[in-house]
């Protein structure tokens, strides 16, 4: 049904060009769109939008559940479900009650009672005597998939998990939203004295400056494509895949220990002219060298890295909360090196390249074309250029100063993405409340053990704290 409806899909779209023109038939499908979009959303459907559509729909071929716990203040379950989810967020937020369906090769997201999204809230008394266990808790719940007749979220929540704090989880579809979107909607689930003041307004572009942002689409997309298109790819650069270079049904997680980001900032502060993704970028290239040599492997000289970049703005209210996925990302070629300095000064320069407004606006953009092409033809678009990229790192900075979920204080908070389509390792940095750490998550078969590339992210981030302790800087 797909095949059939993607080849009429683009015979009418020919036809079109083919006796209106290419501009004419860009507004028309345009004003089509806009106006269906309209009635829809009347019957309680709406299109899917940004990143939906470059993972939704593999759901129940493949996971792509990302999941991660809060530790907070000791709260009542049934606080936390009724008054606080169920009341501020399930009915304010219409993205938490919607369901994804297919109609005619469509994908859209349907309404669906409250009631219905309430019961994706369940309340566990599992027993967890460590960290690893509660990462392991994740790790087994991430491999089960949602089912697609419910919301693409679910949250366990378990209350008495010390005498002082609580533990909830959450998983979700990496389509349904993203970290900044989840982190702003809890902060928001509090009486108005403990939600976040300064929320910066985001102002409209122009009609001239959306218009040139568009035209430059196309060559910002060409520039990114070009970094793997013209990538020396070296044999052992497939030690960062599996031996088939497809995923297996499972995952491995794990987690670094918390460093204090006042003893990190001193030690990125050495170099000149350098930031704090600048410094996460160098230690990772490092710990890579050292990851490499340790399996009897040549490193080599460069791997192609994904970095992805939130675009979204922060609401004033619950109810102005957007959770669609409008991620960005920065594509390049990232150095394998041993030294430190020559690391941080090669990323730096790659990386500034990239992660300027004009080429991540037009990644944006061009997710948003995802709802005009053929879901055949987007995905092979798509997984023909993911799978040329060795490995995925993010740098969420949360906020820097204690959050709130119910009225109490969130202690910490570790996120775990997923692998997906033929992308076998993700670093993530996560910096909340002054403390920073990396989780690892890589495919069960990748050709080198993580938990290696986890003792060389902290040998290299503690060798370099204590050596400024030592020098009572």
């Known amino acids: 049904m797909f095949i059939e409806y993607g080849l009429l899909h683009a015979l009418v779209i020919l036809l079109k060009i083919h006796f209106f023109g290419v501009l004419p038939t860009v507004a028309i499908l345009a004003a089509g769109f806009w106006a269906l979009a309209k009635v829809l959303d009347k019957c309680g459907y709406q299109f899917t939008v940004g990143q939906d559509l470059v993972f939704f729909f593999s759901s129940g071929h493949e996971s792509a559940n990302c999941v991660g716990y809060i530790e907070m203040e000791k709260v009542k379950a049934k606080t936390l479900k009724h008054e606080c989810f169920y009341k501020k967020a399930i009915l304010n937020v219409r993205k938490l009650r919607q369901v994804p369906v297919t ?43 949602i089912s697609m007749d419910k919301p693409q979220w679910e949250l366990q929540f ?21 970290g900044v979107g989840i982190i702003t909607l809890f902060a928001l689930l509090n009486d108005d004295s403990l939600c976040p003041k300064m929320m910066p307004k985001f102002k ?12 430059f689409t196309p060559i910002s997309l060409i520039c990114q494509a070009a970094v793997v298109w013209f990538h020396k790819v070296e044999e052992s650069s497939r030690m960062l895949h599996t031996p088939t270079g497809r995923l297996s049904d499972e995952a491995v997680y794990s987690k670094t220990k918390t460093f204090n980001f006042k003893d990190v900032r001193k030690c990125y502060k050495q170099f000149d002219n350098t930031t704090f993704n600048n410094y996460v970028m160098g230690v990772l290239s490092k710990s ?69 407004f ?55 908070i570790t996120p775990f993405l997923s692998t997906f389509s033929s992308l076998s390792l993700v670093v993530v940095c996560f910096s909340y409340n002054q403390k920073v750490s990396f989780q690892i998550i890589a495919d069960k078969q990748l050709q080198m053990d993580p938990a290696d590339l986890k003792e060389f992210l902290e040998t290299y981030f503690d060798s370099r704290v204590i050596k400024l302790k030592n020098e009572h800087i």
């Open 288 to 356: 890579l060298h050292s990851w490499f040599h340790k399996n009897g492997v040549e490193p080599p000289q460069e791997l192609v890295m994904s970095c992805p970049v939130s675009m979204k703005t922060l609401p004033k209210s619950v109810s102005d909360i957007d959770l669609n996925n409008y991620t960005s990302s920065v594509t390049m070629e990232f150095p394998v090196c041993e030294s430190l300095s020559e690391s941080i000064k090669i990323t730096r320069e790659r990386f500034s390249r990239f992660a300027k």
């Open 158 to 178: 378990k209350e008495d998990h010390t005498e002082t704090t609580s533990l909830l989880f959450l998983k979700c579809h990496h389509s349904f939203t993203d």
């Open 103 to 145: 109609f005619l090769g469509v994908q859209l997201w349907k309404d669906v009672t409250p009631e219905v999204a309430l019961e994706q809230f369940r309340i566990i008394d599992n027993k967890f005597e460590s960290d690893d266990d509660v990462i392991k808790h994740c790790n087994e719940w991430a491999k089960t998939n």
């Open 204 to 215: 409209e572009f122009s009609y001239l400056q959306a218009f040139m942002l568009i035209a």
């Open 358 to 412: 004009h080429h991540l606006i037009p990644t944006v953009y061009f997710q948003k074309l995802f709802k005009y092409i053929p879901r055949k033809i987007g995905s092979l678009l798509y997984n023909s250029f993911v799978k040329e990229i060795d490995f995925l790192l993010t740098n969420v900075n949360g906020p820097r100063e204690p959050i709130y979920l119910c009225n109490k204080q969130i202690l910490s």
